[in-house]
């Protein structure tokens, strides 16, 4: 049974710092394509982030510099390093796991930037 499990969501302050998780299981995660899209209130679905089973990682142009996508393999986990967050960042975040024609995804975590 595949399963991606995210944690790590919550409110922070404009200015901080967050880190959403991702653990997989039911799949050789290590030759899956990972990333993060968001969901605001309102609008589309949005890729966040992507990160490829050799390590090449791709961002969308409105979090360049300020989120990263790690990923370990030994632990079947994708992470998405949100950093500099202001409420523009605020959505529900989902992971996705990918090798075509699969795709798999979480069941999203909330993220509210708000003072």
């Known amino acids: 049974q595949v399963q991606f499990v995210e944690s790590g969501g919550g409110l922070v302050q404009p200015g901080g710092s967050l880190r959403l998780s991702c653990a997989a299981s039911?799949?050789?995660?290590?030759?899956?394509?990972m990333g993060w899209y968001r969901q605001a209130p309102g609008k589309q679905r949005e890729l966040v982030a992507g990160i490829t089973s050799n390590g090449i990682a791709n961002y969308a142009d409105s979090v360049k510099g300020r989120i990263t996508i790690p990923r370990n393999n030994a632990r079947n986990t994708v992470y998405l390093q949100m950093n500099s967050l202001n409420p523009e960042d605020t959505a529900v975040y989902y992971c996705i796991g990918r090798r075509t024609p699969l795709a798999y995804w979480g069941q999203g975590s909330q993220v509210t930037v708000s003072s």
């Open positions: 039911g799949i050789p995660f290590s030759i899956y394509t």
